[in-house]
C-alpha cells in the first residue's frame, strides 16, 4: 500500500514535532503527554485506514458496446468482508474517480468512466482503491487488477463507401425507406406491446415469465459484404473505417457482411451480428495481412 501526506497531514505532523521539541526541551510533563496522544491518534490512523482497504472485493461489469478511443460508463460492483464495513472508498481510474460512503457485506453499485487506447480483447483492468479515512490527513491507497474478459472494438472513423452514398441518394429521392416492422428477418427481442400473435416468442416468454415478441425488419435493401480493399489507409486505419462502414450500415437497415483474411461473415441485421462483426475487426491481426500478401 502506499501511503500520501494530505496537507493537513503535514501540519499535524509538524506540530508533533514542535510540541515533541517543546517537550524535550522544558521537560513539562504535560507537553509529554500531548505528545505521546498524538503520536497514538496516528499509530491508530493508520490501523484503522489499512483495515479499511483490506477485505474488498470489486467487479467490473463492462456495457455491450466498448469502443477504442472513446470513454465508456462501466458499471462497479464492491463489498466487504468482515465484521466492520469501510468508508470514504474512492475508486479512481486513468479517467474518472467515484466515491463510496459506505461498504460492507452487501453489494454497492456504482459507475465508472474507462478509457483504452487501442481495440483487442482485455483481461484485465488495473483500478486504484485509495481512501484518507479516519482522520483526512493520510491518503492510503493500492491498485487492484479486476479480472475481465471483454473485446473493445475498433474506434469508427468516418469514410465513405460509394455503394453507401448512392443508396442515400436513392432513398432520399423515393421517400423516407428507414427500416420497418415487418416479417422478413429477425433482428432481436423486445417486450410485447399490442403485437400481432404470430411475433410471440413462446419459449422465451415461458423462460422470461412474460410475453416477448420477435424484433423483426423489413429487408428491401440488397446487403453489402465489407474487406480491407473498399477502403483506404494502413491496417489499423482500414479496420477503423469497416466498424464505421458497419455501424452505419446496420444502422440504415442494410444487410452487413464481413471478409477479412480468412473469416467470412455472411450479410445479416441485428445487433448480435453487428457485435460478431465488430469483435472479428477488434480481434483482426496485423499477421494475418501479411500471410494472405505471402
Do not use: C
Request: aromatic share 8%; charged share 25%; glycine share 6%.
Amino acid at each position: 500500500m502506499k501511503v500520501k501526506v494530505k496537507r493537513s497531514g503535514t501540519i499535524f505532523i509538524a506540530l508533533t514535532l514542535l510540541m515533541g521539541g517543546a517537550a524535550a526541551n522544558t521537560g513539562n510533563n504535560l507537553l509529554y503527554m500531548i505528545v505521546s496522544a498524538m503520536l497514538s491518534l496516528m499509530l491508530l490512523s493508520g490501523v484503522i485506514s489499512i483495515y479499511n482497504l483490506r477485505g474488498l472485493q470489486l467487479r467490473l461489469i463492462p456495457p455491450d458496446e466498448i469502443f477504442a478511443g472513446r470513454k465508456t460508463r462501466f458499471k462497479i460492483l464492491l463489498k466487504k468482508e468482515g465484521p466492520l464495513p469501510s468508508f470514504l472508498i474512492k475508486i479512481s481510474s486513468k479517467t474518472d474517480q467515484v466515491l463510496l460512503s459506505k461498504v460492507f457485506k452487501d453489494w454497492v453499485e456504482a459507475y465508472i468512466y474507462l478509457y483504452f487506447e487501442k481495440r483487442g480483447k482485455v483481461s484485465k483492468v488495473t483500478l486504484e482503491v485509495s481512501s484518507d479515512f479516519p482522520l483526512g490527513m493520510f491518503v492510503r491507497s493500492t491498485e487492484v487488477e479486476v479480472n475481465t474478459n471483454f473485446i473493445v472494438f475498433p474506434t469508427p472513423l468516418e469514410t465513405r463507401l460509394k455503394v453507401l452514398s448512392d443508396r442515400t441518394q436513392t432513398n432520399e429521392q423515393k421517400g423516407d425507406r428507414k427500416n420497418k416492422r415487418g416479417y422478413e428477418d429477425t433482428v432481436g427481442l423486445r417486450d410485447y406491446f399490442n403485437d400481432p400473435m404470430k411475433l410471440i416468442h413462446w419459449k422465451v416468454s415461458a423462460k422470461r415469465e412474460k410475453l416477448t415478441v420477435k424484433e423483426t425488419v423489413e429487408i428491401s435493401d440488397s446487403p453489402v459484404i465489407l474487406s480491407l480493399d473498399l477502403v483506404p489507409g494502413d491496417v489499423e486505419e482500414k479496420v477503423s473505417r469497416l466498424s464505421y462502414l458497419a455501424l452505419k450500415l446496420s444502422e440504415k437497415g442494410i444487410p452487413v457482411g464481413l471478409e477479412l483474411g480468412s473469416v467470412s461473415i455472411k450479410p445479416a441485421l441485428g445487433k448480435a451480428h453487428l457485435r460478431k462483426i465488430l469483435t472479428e475487426l477488434a480481434l483482426f491481426s496485423v499477421n494475418e495481412v501479411v500471410k494472405d500478401q505471402a
